[in-house]
């Protein structure tokens, strides 16, 4: 009976093993020294990181599914009186319309070659997705942890006489999957991360010093902190020099062991920019104009819910890699008129809006590439 | 990896070993400590001074370090605060300067205990950890800074000599705009130990107060929106000493990228009556001093004037 070794679903979504080599590039590589030979243990894999990976981390998923179970949660929130959630969830929300347009690409990227801005995208997506699900974070950065229902129903019927957790990395969760599952954990090869050291978030001040020096010198790119430590002045000056030192140290505090692989990972505000625009004359009303984005009314900014100040609000949101825009309600109304084939003036009276009111608004879509012309 | 050269830690002070290299080439070339000396324990430190606002304003010696550290970027760590960096990388692209900006929003940290974290942060990189640490700071180093005070209080008590290159001072740009005679003297205050520690001044003599409208006895000056409430302070503890309609001049710069010099006189009793620009001044003159010591002085000129090409004009 072959066993079947399963990989959990952390440290962060997995990059896949290079596709074995054609003969063509081995003998390009033939002046390199031979890779050190694995210990890779005989069985069925089945990696849950990529099972959840390929499964949450799409824009099918993130403007279908992720995105309805974030209108509830929103309703929720909101009902519930929780403006702080109810501000989150609506920005969460927001981006899934970014992220759908996003979030495949940066999939492929990841898997195949990582690099910052894939990073980036895939962890606003788990961000996104963790609200949508309702799921904890991992053991290690912002990815979340499957719940029970979702493990079992990956991992199918479990025989423990076969199935094993393999462990690869203490952070990767093996330990807490192998409970929940009640099946063995064996270790296997450790992830392949660039030199960092595990350190007990009461262990950082005292060994501030060291840490630092060891970053400077390279002998770490990043301190991966096993808990967040205490809150006082002497823990935010030690994390200081640790960003400060560490190739890789801004990227490990946001995104967990992932930052190790793309340690100039921007912020997730860096990755997107405002929707290109057309340097054209003022829209008359005889221009024509089409929707370049949706729109959706909303009880408001993320802001100003969190404030506990609801009312209603338009956003304009592109399937596209452009951040959200916060808008009056009638540009909403008046961008869900644009049709791309009848001109401002008829769609003017077709609202029953005063001509120059309705100019000034569609002036105002063309300047943030909301429409554009026909 | 540079690799730098460690004797054991055990066995006699860090003065045991006296390094006899200098850090300076003939011609000039700044060379990190360890290209010559092998055996030395320590890395060592340099307070680069970067002038006080534009480029130009950079000493030579201080253009050396900055270029030596872009050509050798293994050899030397580089720090520095905001307006340290851009100054730095106009003159010396591509250097790589990690930016201690962070000390400024950590929580429950104020900026005392920022700068000596700072201090205590960058001596031992460079006399514990035996780097080469190069710290960017903008202006003079000795005047107003107190990080660079602490470094030179750490590695004064840890017998380690540090290196200083001096820079111009912002008191150059501010003299620019008063006709300052020197014969009674100047004081130099921070507007924040008069406004808030009841400092007196010597009425006989002219007054710069600088730091003036900033919020925090260290400088907190990110704009210029809460001076107000220090110009006030100020305003009622100079008037004990001056009248109401003693003439103060308001000393500013206009900011990147020319970095004019500008003021406006004033009465003492509009001192608060509008905001200043971050990094301002206040120039009280002496009370029965020369009249000229309380004008406000024409702006020099930046541009250099080729005299043929003005009449020629
Ligand atoms: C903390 S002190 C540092 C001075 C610095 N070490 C130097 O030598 O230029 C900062 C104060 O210097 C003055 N200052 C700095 N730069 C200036 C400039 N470009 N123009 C006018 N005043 C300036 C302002 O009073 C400011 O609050």
């Keep these: 009976?072959?066993?079947?070794?399963?990989?959990?679903?952390?440290?962060?979504?997995?990059?896949?093993?290079?596709?074995?080599?054609?003969?063509?590039?081995?003998?390009?590589?033939?002046?390199?020294?031979?890779?050190?030979?694995?210990?890779?243990p005989a069985g069925e894999r089945l990696d849950l990181g990529a099972v959840f990976r390929d499964r949450l981390y799409t824009g099918h998923h993130l403007d279908g599914p992720a995105r309805s179970a974030l209108q509830s949660r929103l309703k929720e929130a909101l009902e519930?009186?929780?403006?702080?959630?109810?501000?989150?969830?609506?920005?969460?929300?927001?981006?899934?319309?970014?992220?759908?347009?996003?979030v495949d690409d940066a999939n492929e990227q990841w898997s195949t070659d990582p690099d910052g801005v894939s990073l980036s995208v895939l962890t606003r997506a788990a961000e996104v997705i963790e609200l949508a699900l309702g799921w904890k974070t991992g053991p290690n950065g912002p990815w979340p942890w499957p719940d029970a229902a979702a493990l079992r129903a990956a991992v199918g019927a479990i025989d423990p006489e076969r199935d094993c957790v393999l462990a690869r990395h203490p952070l990767d969760g093996a330990e807490q999957l192998a409970e929940a599952l009640g099946i063995p954990l064996q270790v296997?090869?450790?992830?392949?991360?660039?030199p960092h050291v595990l350190v007990a978030p009461e262990e950082l001040v005292e060994r501030r010093a060291e840490l630092g020096a060891a970053l400077a010198e390279g002998t770490y790119t990043a301190v991966v902190l096993l808990g967040e430590p205490p809150d006082m002045p002497a823990t935010a000056l030690a994390r200081g020099e640790l960003r400060l030192e560490g190739d890789a140290q801004v990227a490990v505090d946001r995104h967990g062991l992932a930052g190790l692989?793309?340690?100039?990972?921007p912020a997730w505000t860096a990755v997107r920019a405002p929707a290109p625009v057309a340097a054209d004359a003022p829209p008359t009303l005889d221009t024509v104009l089409d929707a370049a984005c949706d729109g959706a009314l909303v009880p408001g900014p993320p802001g100003r819910i969190r404030r506990g100040d609801l009312d209603t609000v338009g956003v304009l949101l592109w399937v596209g890699p452009h951040p959200p825009v916060w808008v009056a309600p009638v540009a909403v109304h008046v961008l869900r008129g644009l049709n791309g084939t009848r001109s401002l003036g008829q769609l003017a009276e077709a609202m029953g809006a005063p001509p120059d009111a309705l100019l000034e608004v569609a002036t105002e879509l063309l300047r943030v590439g909301a429409a554009v012309r026909v | 990896m540079h690799r730098r050269q460690k004797l054991p830690q055990s066995g006699g002070s860090q003065m045991s070993h006296r390094c006899t290299a200098t850090a300076t080439e003939p011609h000039g070339a700044i060379r990190p400590h360890s290209v010559r000396c092998e055996v030395c324990v320590s890395g060592s430190l340099t307070i680069v001074g970067l002038g006080p606002a534009r480029p130009e304003h950079l000493t030579q010696e201080a253009v050396q370090a900055l270029q030596a550290a872009v050509a050798d970027p293994h050899s030397w760590r580089v720090y520095g605060l905001a307006h340290a960096r851009a100054l730095a990388e106009a003159i010396a692209p591509g250097l790589q300067i990690r930016s201690l900006d962070y000390l400024y929003g950590l929580t429950g940290v104020d900026r005392p205990l920022a700068y000596a974290d700072l201090a205590e942060m960058l001596t031992r990189r460079a006399f514990s950890d035996g780097h080469h640490v190069l710290y960017l700071v903008a202006g003079s180093p000795l005047f107003y800074n107190d990080a660079v005070l602490a470094i030179r209080r750490r590695a004064a008590a840890q017998e380690q000599a540090i290196r200083l290159i001096h820079g111009m001072a912002f008191l150059d740009l501010v003299l620019d705009r008063v006709y300052w005679?020197?014969?009674?003297?100047?004081?130099?205050?921070?507007?924040?130990?008069?406004?808030?520690?009841?400092?007196?001044?010597?009425?006989?003599?002219?007054t710069l107060l600088v730091q003036l409208g900033e919020f925090g006895s260290s400088g907190d000056a990110l704009n210029e929106d809460r001076s107000p409430e220090m110009l006030?302070?100020?305003?009622?503890?100079?008037?004990?000493?001056?009248?109401?309609?003693?003439?103060?001049?308001?000393?500013?710069?206009?900011?990147?990228?020319?970095?004019?010099?500008?003021?406006?006189?004033?009465?003492?009793?509009?001192?608060?009556?509008?905001?200043?620009?971050?990094?301002?001044n206040l120039w009280v003159p002496s009370i029965g001093g020369p009249d000229l010591e309380a004008t406000l002085a024409a702006p020099s000129v930046r541009r250099m004037v080729d005299p043929l090409s003005e009449v020629l004009s």
Aim: charged share 25%; no cysteine; hydrophobic share 40%.
């Design chain 2, 232 to 280: 006030g302070k100020l305003r009622d503890r100079l008037r004990r000493q001056y009248p109401a309609d003693h003439p103060v001049l308001v000393l500013y710069s206009s900011g990147p990228p020319e970095y004019r010099s500008e003021g406006r006189r004033i009465e003492l009793s509009a001192l608060a009556d509008q905001p200043v620009p971050v990094y301002s």
């Design chain 1, 188 to 194: 296997g090869n450790p992830l392949a991360l660039p």
């Design chain 1, 80 to 102: 519930s009186g929780d403006m702080a959630k109810g501000a989150e969830v609506l920005a969460a929300w927001a981006d899934t319309w970014s992220l759908s347009a996003m």
């Design chain 2, 181 to 206: 005679t020197g014969h009674s003297g100047l004081a130099l205050w921070s507007a924040w130990n008069v406004a808030f520690d009841g400092v007196a001044l010597d009425v006989g003599a002219p």
């Design chain 1, 261 to 265: 692989l793309a340690p100039d990972a």
């Design chain 1, 1 to 40: 009976m072959s066993l079947r070794f399963i990989l959990p679903p952390g440290p962060f979504p997995p990059v896949d093993p290079p596709e074995p080599d054609t003969e063509d590039e081995l003998s390009d590589d033939f002046d390199l020294p031979e890779p050190e030979t694995e210990f890779v």
